[in-house]
């Protein structure tokens, strides 16, 4: 007798999305030819089908969106009433919710994540950014009492593949409520969605070079930070690109937040719920592919409960889903790209020749695509890469600890400090944890949440600057003295 049962197929239909065979570069208010005459195919990395051809933007494209920046920043936007920013923020937010599907599906597709991501964690959350934002668009001399804030200019924003929609959000939406305007590059790998995000723009009629769209390789992001007539780098990426950034800025004036990698570790005492943490361990990590600069990516769990949770993490391994993105009840979907293929598996590679001892529950992943199993490591040493590189992929590293004090100086003990996760039943540990572990954002009894309302960013090698919450305005406004 049949004794397993298994999910029937429950794709998402495509339909709803109409790419087009090629995109311009989104300038001005509408779709431009690139000046360098280069095009690239972007493709679904589920299917290693391509989608479009889209622009790679040069130096002169660049320039030309500055300067279409520029214009509106001194033409419009930077003289309009703060209540007319927000309605133009508040459309933007309405009409996302309202293209909520199509925007899911081309994530989806152009990114791999699974449907079920994209549609309950990407979209929702990059709306819900513009309506708090909106909010605050007239009310700035309240985030600000005593002092006069005033826009800063033009603000280049480079953003990375692993939530492009997300990341657009994030940087755009406190930007112009701050009125600033913005010319916004999305990954080489992901541009689709910012692209049909311009149709937003102009559904919702904001003026014309408030927001610049322009797709291309990190030679279009160097272009835009050395650009001279940008007064504001926002960066999220990696901790090398973001230190090269850095270097160029050095002495220019130009204003920079840098949103950088992680190596967050996932603290598990022996007092916690361990079922419920061992969901967080699961979503800590597996979300999105575990491509999240914030991942749990290092499990620390209190070494009287280390069999019992390394038992119940490896059974609930083996019930996630890895597969077609636009499947309803996929978990894991497909790897961004085949470059990040690689590092994973080099990475990964490196876990197993070093001596780590490597889990990979049973899976059958589809022929085409890019595709990597969720992979948990026992037996790590602090020294060993896979416990001290971010590896951007579906892989745990599992170290134990004995006393709280062990379990802070293991989880402080790397070059990030983004996040971390603490679980425990007493409210005062993990206020006391909190106090010492050097992370951006701490999260207790959870994990992978997030809230327009709630600032994120790093210490150390993971960046400065926050985005989100009232902080997130900072760094789109100059303060004067009232
Ligand atoms: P990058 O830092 O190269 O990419 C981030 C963004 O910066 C992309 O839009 C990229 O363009 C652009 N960029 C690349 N080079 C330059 C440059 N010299 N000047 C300005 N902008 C540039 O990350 P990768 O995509 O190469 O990923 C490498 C690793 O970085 C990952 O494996 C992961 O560990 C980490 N990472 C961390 C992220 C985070 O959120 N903290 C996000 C993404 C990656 P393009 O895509 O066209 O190259």
Known sequence: MATAWDYAPAPEARDIVRIQERY??????????????????????????????????NQADVDRAVKAARGAFD????????????????????ILQERAREFAVLESLNGGKPIRESRDVDVPLAAAHFFYYAGWADKLEYAFPNRRPRPIGVAAQIIPWNFPL????????????????????????????????CDVLRQAELPPGVVNIITGDGRTGAEMVAHPGVDKIAFTGSTEVGKAIQRTLAGTGKRLTLELGGKAANIIFDDAPLDQAVEGIINGIYFNQGHVCCAGSRLLVQESIYEAT??????????????????????????????QLDKIAALVQSGVDEGAEIYQPPCKLPERGYWFVPTVFTNVAQSYRIAQEEIFGPVLSVLTFRTPDEAIEKANNTPYGLSAGVWTEKGSRILAMAQKLRAGVIWANTFNRFDPASPFGGYKESGFGREGGRHGLEAYVALDDA
């Open 166 to 197: 997300l990341m657009l959000a994030w940087k755009i939406a406190p930007a112009l409520a701050a009125g600033n305007t913005v010319v916004l590059k999305p990954a080489e790998t992901t541009p689709l969605s910012a692209l049909l995000f």
């Open 24 to 57: 311009g570069l989104f300038i001005g208010g509408k779709f431009v030819e690139p000046l360098s005459g280069e095009r690239y195919t972007t493709i679904d990395p589920a299917r290693e089908e391509p989608l479009s051809e889209v622009a790679q933007a």
């Open 310 to 339: 390394i038992a119940k993490l490896k059974r609930r391994m083996r019930t996630l889903r890895v597969g077609d993105p636009l499947d309803k009840n996929t978990d894991v979907g497909a790897i961004n790209s085949k470059q």
């Open 75 to 94: 033409g419009t936007w930077s003289k309009l009433r703060p209540s007319e920013r927000a309605k133009y923020l508040f459309r933007i937010a309405r």
